[in-house]
T-cell receptor, first 117, second 114 residues
Framework: GAVVSQHPSRVICKSGTSVKIECRSL??????MFWYRQFPKQSLMLMAT?????????EQGVEKDKFLINHASLTLSTLTVTSAHPEDSSFYIC?????????????FGEGSRLTVL | GENVEQHPSTLSVQEGDSAVIKCTYS??????FPWYKQELGKRPQLIID?????GEKKDQRIAVTLNKTAKHFSLHITETQPEDSAVYFC?????????????FGGGTRVLVKP
């Protein structure tokens, strides 16, 4: 199957700093990537849909100025958590869907665990 | 938007028994229903999916059933094994060229006791 790689897997930062998480599709081109957040023992909550070459579409309640998403190429999307606070500590997971339509399957990255001190 | 409800939230079964997880969805236009297995600290892994043009799909010990009229679908795991212990998520979406935004259920923590 297709491979989606996420980096870093773990990051610890101080409150007020910014953190960038990268999501790469390694063996396919992804026109659309999705960013999810997962708190402990909870479900995956969609934050935003990232489309190559255009602005991301954010879900209701997600601050676009705080969670900056860039999808500059067909293989890379980045999520930047700006001015991070302890309540932003979570597991962030990206997923990607390839150019080929019809299969429906999304491929998930390994996830990035963010801890804000 | 789509809303997916999943039950039960936890499920404990004896090894060898069957496990059943049920989900309901709200958007009648949803036509793709995948199930994911997530182990602690790891990414969700697709285990089976079903489209709205079929009512049932089976893959070895795993099967999924779909009732479009009632808008619910279920995951059945037979002959459970300890390695089936994980969190399982159902999801629903519309298959379309530029979308396929998945809405997840709340998850079911399955524990298979040896």
């Amino acid at each position: 199957g297709a491979v989606v790689s996420q980096h870093p897997s773990r990051v610890i930062c101080k409150s007020g700093t910014s953190v960038k998480i990268e999501c790469r599709s390694l063996d396919f081109q992804a026109t659309t990537m999705f960013w999810y957040r997962q708190f402990p023992k909870q479900s995956l909550m969609l934050m935003a849909t990232s489309n190559e070459g255009s602005k991301a579409t954010y879900e209701q309640g997600v601050e676009k100025d705080k969670f900056l998403i860039n999808h500059a190429s067909l293989t890379l999307s980045t999520l930047t958590v700006t001015s991070a606070h302890p309540e932003d500590s979570s597991f962030y997971i990206c997923s990607a869907r390839g150019l080929a339509t019809g299969t429906g399957e999304l491929f998930f990255g390994e996830g990035s665990r963010l801890t804000v001190l | 938007g789509e809303n997916v409800e999943q039950h039960p939230s936890t499920l404990s079964v004896q090894e060898g028994d069957s496990a059943v997880i049920k989900c309901t969805y709200s958007d009648s236009a949803s036509n793709y229903f995948p199930w994911y297995k997530q182990e602690l600290g790891k990414r969700p892994q697709l285990i089976i999916d079903i489209r709205s043009n079929v009512g049932e799909k089976k893959d070895q010990r795993i099967a999924v059933t779909l009732n479009k009229t009632a808008k619910h679908f279920s995951l059945h795991i037979t002959e459970t094994q300890p390695e089936d212990s994980a969190v399982y998520f159902c999801a629903a979406s519309r298959l379309e060229a530029a979308g396929n935004k998945l809405t997840f259920g709340g998850g079911t923590r399955v524990l298979v006791k040896p």
